[in-house]
């Protein structure tokens, strides 16, 4: 997990200090030369590599929360987990839950629900006030307990 900490700490645009959003996604995604593609897709979205080059697809259908989620959890496995060479590729709930889709889920979820939020805010007037999810507020509480992050 320091390891994990430790690398996220090195992209300093306040994850799990701030909710980041769209444009901090846009940023990241600009500021290491990965492209995104938006589009109907039968999936969330996905990341694949190709050439040396890196892209995030992400459905354009979803909306808020959801949409945050996928398109920092894609990020993430651009971020952790690209391929030195050659072709991957990552796909948003789709197989089982390996080590790399818990580290993206934990990396997306920080992203969009940082700490302080967690702990000054109950569950309800995260539902409520901001929109979230129960399924992702039961995740971030829980890696909140525990990891302390």
């Given at each position: 997990m320091k390891m994990l900490l430790s690398r996220i700490e090195k992209l300093?645009?306040?994850?799990?200090?701030?909710p980041l959003d769209e444009d901090d996604f846009y940023r990241l995604c600009s500021e290491h030369?990965?492209?995104v593609v938006e589009s109907p897709l039968q999936t969330s979205g996905?990341?694949?590599s190709m050439r040396r080059k890196h892209f995030i697809a992400v459905n354009s259908e979803l909306r808020g929360?959801?949409?945050?989620?996928?398109?920092?959890?894609?990020?993430?496995?651009f971020?952790?987990?690209?391929?030195?060479?050659?072709?991957?590729a990552r796909f948003h709930g789709v197989g089982r839950k390996t080590?790399?889709?818990?580290?993206?889920?934990?990396?997306?979820?920080?992203?969009?629900?940082?700490r302080s939020m967690i702990e000054m805010n109950t569950a309800g007037v995260?539902?409520?006030?901001?929109?979230?999810?129960?399924?992702?507020?039961a995740?971030?509480?829980s890696i909140l307990r525990t990891y302390g992050i």
């Open positions: 300093i645009c306040g994850w799990n200090e701030r030369d990965v492209t996905f990341y694949f929360p959801q949409r945050l989620f996928v398109m920092f959890h894609e990020f993430a496995h971020y952790l987990h690209a391929p030195n060479s050659g072709a991957g080590r790399q889709e818990a580290e993206a889920d934990l990396f997306a979820v920080c992203a969009i629900m940082p995260l539902s409520e006030e901001f929109g979230l999810p129960g399924e992702l507020i995740e971030r509480v």
